[in-house]
């Protein structure tokens, strides 16, 4: 049975529904990331999860039993939000103990568990300190550990890494996928980074407007986007409306090979990056190289064809062109995905 099930949740705010017959089941010891754009409805899921929101239609159910008129602080979930409200007059560990003090836990076991939560979230020692004393990175870790403390079975985390750089949300987010394994956490987290989303998640749900675009693994979503919309979302820029037949498809591009099986007729075509290879002069697709970024060991080439529109490309440093370079790209169908409807 889900930890969570939410069945055909409605919340509408004047006309407009942020959240529209939503259903969603996360089962225990699962991590799920929402991710989609602002104001697709992510953090109306959380609040409607919590008890923060009321819902104007379905249900919430938590362990199979109906939540949805239970009151937030009786739900037995746990919200850390974005910019992580700590309380700057006390210190870490009467922060980290807020939650056990509310459940009225004695002194001597509210301390213990108060080490052991900082010892877990990597501060082991900070119980005197004062929270403004603290760097960012470290302010989140004690909120998490706040969040932790009462042991709820389900977390919910509202862009826990938001307001950090990159290095130490990409550092933080494998510690915290670690954590919530060992400690067998229930996880329902929102974020606008879709790196952070696809690290710490089992699964990945991606709202649009209020509903769920497509849900699956970071793999499967990766792999085969359901929509142009979560394609785009996910960075891919190569996407065009296409004629599908037999084993190839005519596109703006002219002919773009498709993977054995793909849907037929009018449709719309994902080539991935990696799927559009420069070829020596000739062979292929005629174009010229626009610009480039180096990411490590690869280069993204943005290419202008003669025909279409601007294609994305990706290839090791060591076969970079050079710019202003007229290149031939010819297309692996391995690449190339073929998505649903047109
Ligand atoms: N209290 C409110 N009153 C009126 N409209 C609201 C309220 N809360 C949210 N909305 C609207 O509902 C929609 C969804 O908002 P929500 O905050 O859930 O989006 P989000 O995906 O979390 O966005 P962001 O990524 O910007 O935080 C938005 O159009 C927002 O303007």
């Known amino acids: ?18 959240l529209d017959r939503v259903d969603l ?33 379905g249900r919430v159910l938590l362990d199979g039993s109906d939540r949805t008129r239970v009151p937030a602080h009786r739900r037995g979930v746990g919200l850390m939000f974005q910019d992580h409200q700590l309380f700057p007059q006390r210190d870490v560990a009467g922060n980290v103990a807020f939650g056990l003090r509310m459940h009225k836990v004695a002194a001597a076991e509210r301390s213990r568990r108060t080490g052991e939560l900082l010892d877990l979230v990597g501060l082991p020692g900070a119980e005197r300190r004062s929270v403004a004393s603290l760097s960012g990175g470290e302010q989140q870790r004690v909120a998490l550990a706040r969040a932790l403390a009462p042991e709820p079975r389900l977390l919910m ?11 130490l949300r990409e550092r933080l987010v494998v510690e915290l996928r670690g954590l919530f394994g060992r400690l067998g956490t229930t996880v329902l987290a929102v974020t606008h980074d879709q790196g952070e989303a696809f690290a710490l998640a089992d699964r990945v749900v991606v709202m649009r407007d209020g509903r769920v675009a497509q849900a699956g693994t970071p793999l499967e979503v990766w792999q085969r986007p359901s929509s142009e919309f979560v394609a785009r979302f996910l960075g891919f820029d190569n996407v065009v409306p296409a004629t599908v037949t037999g084993a190839a498809a005519a596109t703006a591009w002219g002919k773009v090979p498709v993977p054995d099986g793909a849907p037929q007729g009018e449709r719309t075509l994902l080539v991935r990056p990696s799927g559009v290879r420069l070829a020596s002069r000739g062979e292929g697709l005629a174009a010229v190289v626009e610009s480039m970024t180096f990411r490590g060991s690869r280069v993204a080439v943005r290419l202008r064809p003669g025909d279409g529109p601007v294609l994305e490309a990706e290839c090791p440093l060591r076969d970079a062109p050079a710019e202003g370079a007229g290149v031939s790209v010819v297309f692996d169908p391995e690449d190339v995905v073929v998505l649903d409807g047109p």
């Open 1 to 18: 049975m889900a930890l969570l099930q939410l069945e055909g949740v409605t919340v509408r705010f004047g006309e407009r529904a942020a």
């Open 25 to 57: 089941a996360v089962a225990e010891h699962e991590i799920v990331c929402v991710l989609g754009p602002s104001g697709s409805g992510k953090s109306t899921l959380l609040r409607v999860v919590a008890g923060l929101q009321a819902a104007d239609e």
């Open 157 to 167: 985390l509202d862009e826990p890494l938001g307001q950090l750089d990159r290095g």
